[in-house]
């Protein structure tokens, strides 16, 4: 049966090409959306331009016959904004206020409404990623859903970069007699992906254990490359943090993602293996260091000063590590050190989209409050001889349109995960302090 969906104004906002996503369905954009984008589309973000593709979406279906309409869609169904289901005196029995949202659902009660006294009514679906839309669609009787489609997976069963495998006892000695293990011996019935790390444990209860990495190819376990000794006076304390070490320090790895909660050590270890690539091995010419400046207040256009003092604030987690790593005394003393250098870059990412960086090791910090379009912009300027390492943590997003499954980094990790030149790694355990760890873990 065909059903009716009535889109939000924030799932255009989100994906401008969600009108494609309804098979054969009706799809109805009340015109106070068509309001609210316009309000939008001046906006120097990646809101703003979904709202001005969207716009240029909808122009050139006018070509197809009148909006109001409906014109037909390629996928079967039809696409209409609506202007004649605007009546609010239904909605006023329950909210009184008529605010946009309370616009959008009158729109699709008067369609229910209006389908219920149909021989074979359609079933009226609001489609919103605003929960309190969705709540009052409840209240008034509406099905409502939040817009699935640009979720990339269920942040439950994201991709964690390792495995922990229960074997036979021989299976580690013959790791150890031959420093190699074949990923066919091992029966899995699912692939095991490159680069991916594997932890064997004896299934009989010993202490007995190994520590494998997926080769690139995908076929053979092989040891970690690297020795754990610490760089930079840090050194790996728990296996997962072991692992990112050895993703950060391949040169063969252009792409490494990490994930994991607040005091994993997921920028420490980054800053440091990138100092240490950089200062030390003299492989990359630059250590480029850049975090989204999403404000959970007034952005920095409000604070006083040049540039520099205006992105201190947002960078200050930056040089909280810097300082610690270069070990400085003093406040304003990692200012010196870093100028004295001149081959470390702390910057916001607003100051690196449309460059082309060639060899440079780049790390951008906070990168779940990336879209999916503002993370390809990132890595697709990567250039040759360059590594870049996206970290963050799903669970912490100040974006007002993404979650744990539809933002950026998140997306990198799964579009990714299949190759050979990438590498991921979940930190799950918090090394900052008992005092952090819990906080993480219980608040």
Wanted: with cysteine; net charge negative; aromatic share 6%.
């Amino acid at each position: 049966m065909k059903k009716i969906y009535v889109l939000d104004t924030n799932v255009l906002l989100q994906d401008p090409n969600a009108v494609f996503a309804f098979e054969d369905n009706d799809v109805i954009i009340p015109a106070i959306v068509l309001e609210e984008m316009d309000t939008k589309k001046r906006m120097a973000d990646e809101i703003g331009r979904n709202a001005r593709y969207a716009s240029r979406l909808l122009d050139g279906f006018r070509a197809k016959g009148r909006l109001q309409d409906g014109v037909l869609l390629e996928n079967g169904g039809t696409l209409k904004v609506e202007l004649n289901h605007r009546s609010f005196t239904k909605m006023q029995e329950v909210f009184g206020e008529m605010t946009n949202d309370n616009r959008i659902l009158a729109v699709a009660l008067n369609y229910h409404m209006e389908e219920q006294g149909k021989e074979h009514p359609k079933p009226v679906v609001i489609v919103s990623k605003d929960t309190l839309v969705r709540i009052k669609a409840d209240v008034l009787g509406l099905p409502a859903q939040d817009y699935m489609s640009d979720r990339v997976v269920s942040y439950s069963e994201m991709y964690t970069g390792c495995v922990t495998l229960m074997v036979h006892p021989s299976i580690i000695d013959e790791f150890y007699s031959f420093r190699f293990l074949s990923v066919k011996s091992l029966n899995l019935g699912y692939p095991l992906f490159p680069n991916e790390f594997v932890i064997l444990k004896d299934e009989m209860g010993t202490s007995k254990s190994a520590l494998l990495k997926v080769n690139a190819e995908g076929q053979k376990l092989e040891p970690l490359f690297l020795s754990n000794d610490p760089i930079w006076g840090i050194g790996a304390r728990n296996a997962q943090q072991r692992m990112a070490l050895e993703l950060l320090l391949n040169d063969e790895i252009p792409l490494v993602t990490m994930t994991g909660k607040a005091g994993t050590g997921k920028t420490l270890l980054a800053v440091a293996a990138g100092l240490m690539k950089v200062e030390d091995d003299r492989k990359y010419k630059k250590l480029l260091i850049a975090r989204p400046v999403v404000p959970m207040g007034k952005d920095i256009g409000y604070l006083p000063g040049e540039k520099e003092e205006k992105l201190r604030p947002w960078m200050q987690p930056i040089y909280d590590n810097l300082e610690f790593l270069f070990d400085t005394k003093k406040p304003g003393d990692i200012d010196k050190v870093l100028a004295g250098l001149g081959s470390i870059q702390v910057e916001a990412l607003t100051y690196i989209r449309g460059r082309s960086i060639p060899g440079q090791f780049i790390i951008i910090d906070e990168a779940q409050n990336l879209s999916r379009h503002e993370v390809k912009t990132i890595v697709s300027r990567v250039g040759e001889g360059s590594k870049i390492v996206l970290m963050g943590d799903p669970d912490q997003i100040d974006h007002p349109y993404l979650d744990a499954s539809s933002n950026g980094l998140t997306y990198v990790v799964e579009r990714f995960k299949e190759e050979s030149i990438a590498g991921h790694i979940m930190l799950e355990r918090g090394e900052r302090s008992k005092l952090a760890q819990l906080a993480a873990d219980l608040l």
